[in-house]
T-cell receptor, first 116, second 115 residues
Framework: GENVEQHPSTLSVQEGDSAVIKCTYS??????FPWYKQELGKRPQLIID?????GEKKDQRIAVTLNKTAKHFSLHITETQPEDSAVYFC???????????????FGGGTRVLVKP | DAMVIQNPRYQVTQFGKPVTLSCSQT?????MYWYQQKSSQAPKLLFH???????NEADTPDNFQSRRPNTSFCFLDIRSPGLGDAAMYLC??????????????FGPGTRLLVL
């Protein structure tokens, strides 16, 4: 099955600096890669996703890049703010088999702390 | 944005006493999932329903069961909760049409405490 590894497990940055989180996946058939942000005690919320037919996607201060050859994808947050502090999870899915729905395999998470 | 609703938000039960968690959705999504999440670990998929078809993960204990009486509702039954079952339980939904990956929307979760 799919295996997703996420690094680093913790990341501390100064407000205004950039944060980068990297994930690698094992199943070359994976074609959907969402990123979720989870604040303490709250639900995971989708912040950005990318499909295998594009290499990069950007939404304001957040961007995701995908390298299918190397099987890795990264989340980039620019101009970090204290409210960006949370746990971030990457995930991968093949979504190919009808009966499997859209099974996500999550990375282990990155705790991001933005220091004012 | 109450699109995926979970009740209750907090549940306290006693060791071995059956408990049921509920999830409802207003999105008319055909796929519903139950995840268990402990201490900021990644959510762990327990099972999911594709329409009425139940799909159990291989490592989900028999202690966990699920029901989906209709498109909108899904229940998680824990037959005999143990201390190790204390966790946040997340329900999620997605609409699987193209088979190329659709967004999963998570509910707020139910935090289960086992005494």
């Amino acid at each position: 099955g799919e295996n997703v590894e996420q690094h680093p497990s913790t990341l501390s940055v100064q407000e205004g600096d950039s944060a980068v989180i990297k994930c690698t996946y094992s199943d070359s058939a994976s074609n959907y890669f969402p990123w979720y942000k989870q604040e303490l005690g709250k639900r995971p919320q989708l912040i950005i996703d990318i499909r295998s037919n594009v290499g990069e996607k950007k939404d304001q201060r957040i961007a995701v890049t995908l390298n299918k050859t190397a099987k890795h994808f990264s989340l980039h947050i620019t101009e970090t703010q204290p409210e960006d502090s949370a746990v971030y999870f990457c995930a991968a899915s093949t979504g190919r088999i009808k009966a499997a729905g859209n099974k996500l395999t999550f990375g282990g998470g990155t705790r991001v702390l933005v220091k004012p | 944005d109450a699109m995926v609703i979970q009740n209750p938000r907090y549940q306290v039960t006693q060791f071995g006493k059956p408990v049921t968690l509920s999830c409802s959705q207003t999105l008319n999504h055909n796929v519903m999932y139950w995840y268990q999440q402990k201490s900021s670990q990644a959510p762990k998929l327990l099972f999911h329903y594709y329409d009425k078809d139940f799909n159990n993960e291989a490592d989900t204990p028999d202690n966990f069961q699920s029901r989906r009486p209709n498109t909108s509702f899904c229940f998680l039954d824990i037959r005999s909760p143990g201390l190790g079952d204390a966790a946040m339980y997340l329900c999620a939904t997605s609409r699987d049409i193209r088979g190329d990956g659709e967004t999963q929307y998570f509910g707020p979760g139910t935090r289960l405490l086992v005494l």
